[in-house]
């Protein structure tokens, strides 16, 4: 019998690095397209939350678009990591390979994706089974510091690149990492889309920042492209079978997923209506029918690439 080995994905690169600014491991996937570059490069698509997403955007990208490199930002996957990210949770009885690599994920991404919050909005906001301190959540501007001074420039040092044609997406609390890239620097990327965004976090801390984007737009200095997506289920809490508890990772609607598509469909409304130039264009609000939250990011990356690049 033949023996099954690991499955590779062609014409792929990956960096592992320790952030000069916060000290973190990240690992970059870059999957490069299969056509030489053009003149100008190649327009770049990054996607938060690597694990989760790189592969669905880099094959999405592959079948539509020949000319854009998908950069996947996320954690290394070795057990040392893996072990070193999981320890403030303590004992955890029954885990294996996967399930710590899935705590250890999203400690990382807690930190990384969210803004500061303080211990009594945090107490109400925590995810069953993390119990979260402050300290291990508010990294967001060190890890947009990063994506500009350490992943860019080692993704521009691999492959040609159109620097003025970047995209990021970003899902759940990707998506509200997205929302505040867009805000406090609009002209890091030409196109943002925020799938999901989870505008709740930190009683809608990420919105402090849009009266300042909003003077930016209409004075000229800012002309962002922005998509933000929702599924329509994503305000609908899932029933619990009587006799279990609510798994971990499960989200509780009541607290996580409140006003989720009302507070995304106001945010678009409000950005649609500034008075932008320079190509300053704001999509209509995207809700994907009988979608809840897992759900979700797959048809927002469809929507996001033909936005994007098309």
């Given at each position: ?37 053009p ?28 000319d ?148 930016a ?10 998509l ?16 279990l ?14 006003r ?51």
């Open positions: 019998m033949t023996q099954a080995q690991p499955v590779s994905i062609p014409n792929t690169r990956k960096i592992d690095f320790v952030s000069g600014i916060n000290g973190q491991q990240y690992s970059i996937s870059v999957a490069l397209p299969w056509l030489p570059a003149e100008r490069g190649y327009r770049v698509l990054y996607v938060l939350d690597a694990h989760a997403y790189f592969a669905s955007a880099m094959e999405a990208v592959r079948a539509n678009v020949r854009v490199v998908v950069v996947g930002i996320g954690y290394p996957s070795d057990p040392a990591f893996i072990q070193k990210a999981i320890e403030p949770l303590g004992p955890l009885p029954g885990l294996n390979e996967l399930t710590s690599m899935a705590y250890a994920f999203g400690l990382k991404r807690m930190y990384d994706l969210s803004l500061p919050v303080s211990a009594d909005v945090l107490a109400k906001e925590n995810i069953p089974g993390f119990n979260l301190t402050t300290e291990q959540v508010g990294g967001l501007d060190d890890f947009l510091a990063t994506i500009e001074t350490e992943v860019k420039p080692r993704v521009a040092e691999m492959v040609s690149i159109d620097p003025a044609n970047q995209a990021i997406f970003g899902h759940s609390l990707g998506g509200l990492a997205v929302l505040h890239a867009l805000f406090v620097e609009p002209n890091a990327f030409r196109t943002f889309i925020a799938a999901s965004p989870s505008i709740w976090w930190s009683e809608k801390a990420v919105l402090a920042n849009e009266e300042k984007f909003s003077a737009v209409g004075a000229g200095a800012a002309s962002p492209r922005v933000v997506t929702m599924g329509s289920e994503e305000e609908t809490a899932k029933p619990v079978p009587a006799g508890k609510m798994e971990q990772a499960e989200f509780d609607a009541r607290i996580r997923s409140g989720m598509v009302e507070n995304a469909r106001e945010l678009a409304a409000r950005l649609q209506a500034l008075s932008g130039s320079n190509g300053y264009q704001v999509e209509d609000y995207a809700v994907f029918p009988k979608q809840g939250h897992g759900l979700a990011p797959w048809p927002a990356l469809g929507r996001a690439i033909d936005f994007a690049f098309n």
